[in-house]
């Protein structure tokens, strides 16, 4: 059973920094892409960004030039540096791990809260 644990939460002031980290209990190199997901009181779960088995990277609109996603094969995590973070960024951040045939796994969330 695949595990996933995310770490690196907390409360910060807009403008200010965060990196969230995603520890797989396997080998991530095994899984097709990583991401990172937010999902905020009252509204869907999102896309923040995500990363292939390749390296290839996609984000959303919303955290273009602020966030940087990146994997670390050799510490099976993988990372999501946020940067000039917004009141509107406040919400729980998932990691995600996707397999073949529709497989995949969540991680159990981690709280960022951005101040203003």
């Known amino acids: 059973q695949v595990q996933l644990v995310e770490s690196g939460g907390g409360l910060v002031q807009a403008g200010g920094s965060l990196r969230l980290s995603c520890a797989a209990s396997?080998?991530?190199?095994?899984?097709?892409?990583m991401g990172w997901y937010r999902q905020a009181p009252g509204k869907q779960r999102e896309l923040v960004a995500r990363?292939?088995?390749?390296?290839?990277?996609n984000y959303a609109d919303f955290v273009k030039g602020r966030f940087t996603i990146s994997r670390d094969n050799a510490k099976n995590t993988v990372y999501l540096q946020m940067n000039s973070l917004k009141p509107g960024d406040t919400a729980v951040y998932y990691c995600?791990?996707?397999?073949?045939?529709?497989?995949?796994?969540w991680g159990q969330g981690t709280q960022v809260t951005v101040a203003s």
């Open positions: 995600k791990a996707d397999r073949t045939f529709g497989i995949y796994y």
């Open positions: 990363i292939t088995s390749g390296g290839n990277t």
């Open positions: 396997g080998d991530i190199f095994r899984f097709n892409a």
